[in-house]
């Protein structure tokens, strides 16, 4: 089983900036592919940006050229680092990621239990 916990949310200005981490911790054989998802009120969850364990990112338009996704994979973290935020930019934040646990042939995900970004001036 591998738990997510993250932490970095808060209340900032618009153009302000927030850094978002993630750390995962339980029994796993490997841990795959990380991301950032985020749900705003009202509104279905979202992909924010992915990252492999190679290092390999992608992000939706919303987030290309404002945020920065990384990792630490000798200490299962995932960052999130959010610059020139909008008002727009205002969901609750969820950690993902994808594990393989031991003696097992396939990936299982994990969430965290998220948090909460408000971009308001």
């Known amino acids: 089983q591998v738990q997510l916990v993250e932490s970095g949310g808060g209340l900032v200005q618009p153009g302000g900036s927030l850094r978002l981490s993630c750390a995962a911790s339980g029994t796993f054989f490997s841990m795959n592919a990380m991301g950032w998802y985020r749900q705003a009120p009202g509104k279905q969850r979202e992909l924010v940006a992915t990252?492999?364990?190679?290092?390999?990112?992608t992000y939706t338009d919303s987030a290309q050229g404002r945020f920065t996704i990384s990792r630490d994979n000798a200490k299962n973290t995932v960052n999130l680092q959010m610059n020139s935020l909008k008002p727009e930019d205002t969901a609750v934040y969820y950690c993902?990621?994808?594990?393989?646990?031991?003696?097992?042939?396939?990936?299982?995900?994990?969430w965290g239990q998220g948090t909460q970004v408000t971009v308001s001036s």
């Open positions: 990252i492999t364990s190679g290092g390999i990112t």
């Open positions: 993902n990621a994808a594990f393989r646990p031991v003696g097992f042939p396939r990936d299982f995900y994990a």
